[in-house]
T-cell receptor, first 114, second 109 residues
Framework: SAVISQKPSRDICQRGTSLTIQCQVD?????MFWYRQQPGQSLTLIAT?????????ESGFVIDKFPISRPNLTFSTLTVSNMSPEDSSIYLC???????????FGDGTRLSIL | KNEVEQSPQNLTAQEGEFITINCSYS?????LHWLQQHPGGGIVSLFM???GKKKHGRLIATINIQEKHSSLHITASHPRDSAVYIC???????????FGQGTRLTINP
């Protein structure tokens, strides 16, 4: 199994600012995913972070709003840009060794925008 | 209609009761996951199933591929089992998971 360290665990931010969330894994993983969980809702996939190439975004999410980096097989960042109160959510990093193994999740970043 | 439907949405029970949470899905899948999310937000993977039944401690997960249905059972429930339980499926040929809405379980002492 993989151990994921996600930082920060929570933050309160001002409207219009940006925040970068980090996801560090203790082993090399092929698949890294970023999810958003709005209050009272289930998880929605934002994008798949690809090592060495641009992330693959899901419908409704764009790179300008959620730029993602993945410089190597153990690390990724998600930036939430130009934040508004609608961005208040839990953001979760998840990794998968391969499709035959369970996905592992970070503890999430609870983000509130004032 | 969501591809993954869970029932019930909320469940409150007394300590010691037998708990069942159901998950139905509408697509062909390669695997089904049961996840547990505690109030802090962190998610723990409980089971990954592609057929049959799995057991871990007081937790049992079953899946019926023909009926596109899975159940998560908790025996001798305890207040520490209080959490949101999420069913997620991996559609055939896809890398990503599709999530149910979750079941909020509260076990009272």
């Amino acid at each position: 199994s993989a151990v994921i360290s996600q930082k920060p665990s929570r933050d309160i931010c001002q409207r219009g600012t940006s925040l970068t969330i980090q996801c560090q894994v203790d082993s090399q993983v092929t698949m890294m995913f970023w999810y958003r969980q709005q209050p009272g809702q289930s998880l929605t996939l934002i994008a798949t972070a690809n090592q060495g190439s641009e992330a693959t975004y899901e419908s409704g999410f764009v790179i300008d709003k959620f730029p993602i980096s993945r410089p190597n097989l153990t690390f990724s960042t998600l930036t939430v840009s130009n934040m508004s109160p609608e961005d208040s959510s839990i953001y979760l990093c998840s990794v998968g060794i391969d499709s035959n193994q369970p996905q592992h999740f970070g503890d999430g970043t609870r983000l509130s925008i004032l | 209609k969501n591809e993954v439907e869970q029932s019930p949405q909320n469940l409150t029970a007394q300590e010691g009761e037998f708990i069942t949470i159901n998950c139905s899905y509408s697509v062909g899948i390669s695997a089904l996951h049961w996840l547990q999310q505690h109030p802090g937000g962190g998610i723990v993977s409980l089971f990954m199933l592609s057929s049959g039944k799995k057991k871990h401690g007081r937790l049992i997960a079953t899946i019926n591929i023909q009926e596109k249905h899975s159940s998560l059972h908790i025996t001798a429930s305890h207040p520490r089992d209080s959490a949101v339980y999420i069913c997620a499926v991996r559609p055939q040929g896809a890398q990503k998971l599709v999530f149910g809405q979750g079941t909020r379980l509260t076990i009272n002492p």
